[in-house]
């Protein structure tokens, strides 16, 4: 069966997109990415560290642009204006990618992201003819207006950035998911691997982690349980789950032919 | 020359030189990177033919590890 994932018209198999941030060193960023299955990976745009030792490593030569997609994203970027110049420097970085994670957020201690500037941000980003994939808050209202200014799909948080508080509001994300003609992921706030299953029963299109794989014990092995989760939650979904009741009164095994003593 | 790299003051004996020149000086050949100069980002194919002056603000940046 192939169910593939739409992203600005390209598809990809796999639902999971990560992070590339936290890990010890660059060769377990692989072997995470690798377990994982993602084939979109998020990168940040930053001052590049003038003096460095030449020949040291860098994350391009472990995750090569060619065998990822990669998104690079605002993190850290506070109005509308230093993230709009972030993504015109990563446009220029990675040869003219149009694909973007836009992130504007609006306080250092939560994390928890401006909607107002990111609105105004992606207003920017989509008339310069970028893709924007938009981190944003779990608010009907907001996601319906992203949509509407363009963006390619919208990424409301399962709970604050690196919080690992799972999905505080299944309620609001499902009234996104109906209202939406845009692929919605749930980005930020991913503990562990039933918070992404339960992301895709909702009928999320995808779930971008970072912080829920690289903070694990074993990086690797969660990576793995959250590729799982995810192609088990879209299955679910797709699946469609029996309706909840209180009781059934209608066993599974059959009521008659019992032994009776 | 005096500019600004990264936000930090970097001296400089020549009085003007492209962005291709400081990029060699700099090491950083074959990095992938992309340059701002005073708030407007120089192409890479303008590299050679971009001259800096006096004052110029630069902002250099690479990909690193992000959520």
Not at chain 2, 49 to 65: K, N
């Amino acid at each position: 069966m192939s169910d593939l994932l739409n992203i600005a018209g390209k598809t990809y198999q796999s639902r999971l997109l990560v992070g590339t941030g936290k890990y010890q060193d660059f060769k377990q960023t692989r072997a995470a990415i690798d377990a994982s299955g993602a084939e979109i990976i998020t990168v940040a745009i930053r001052r590049t560290n003038i003096g460095q030792t030449v020949g040291e490593p860098s994350l391009l030569e472990f995750l090569p642009p060619e065998q990822f997609t990669y998104l690079p994203n605002t993190a850290g970027c506070y109005s509308a204006d230093d993230a709009v110049r972030t993504l015109r420097l990563a446009r220029e970085l990675l040869d003219g990618h149009q694909l973007v994670k836009l992130e504007v957020l609006g306080d250092p201690n939560t994390l928890y992201p401006n909607m107002i500037e990111t609105i105004a941000a992606a207003k920017v980003l989509v008339k310069d003819g970028f893709d924007v994939m938009v981190y944003c808050s779990d608010d009907p209202i907001i996601a319906k207006q992203l949509e509407e200014i363009g963006c390619c799909a919208v990424m409301p948080l399962a709970s604050l950035i690196g919080s690992g508080m799972g999905i505080l509001n299944p309620w609001n994300l499902q009234i996104i998911i109906a209202n939406a003609n845009i692929p919605v992921l749930v980005d930020a706030g991913v503990g562990t691997a039933s918070d992404a299953a339960i992301a895709m029963e909702l009928g999320c299109q995808g779930v971008l982690m970072n912080t829920a794989i690289a903070a694990a014990r074993d990086p690797i092995l969660m990576a793995s349980a959250m590729k799982k989760a995810v192609e088990a939650g879209r299955e679910a979904y797709l699946a469609g789950r029996m309706p909840k009741k209180l009781y059934a009164a209608t066993p599974s095994s059959p009521t008659t032919g019992l032994i009776q003593s | 020359m005096q500019l600004t790299i990264n936000g930090k003051p970097a001296h400089f004996d020549a009085s003007t030189f492209s962005v291709e020149n400081l990029v060699t000086h700099l090491n950083l050949i074959g990095k992938r990177i992309a340059i701002e100069c005073n708030g407007e980002i120089v192409p890479r194919s303008q590299f050679s033919v971009r001259q800096l002056v006096e004052g110029d603000q630069l902002e250099i940046v690479g990909a690193v590890g992000g959520g």
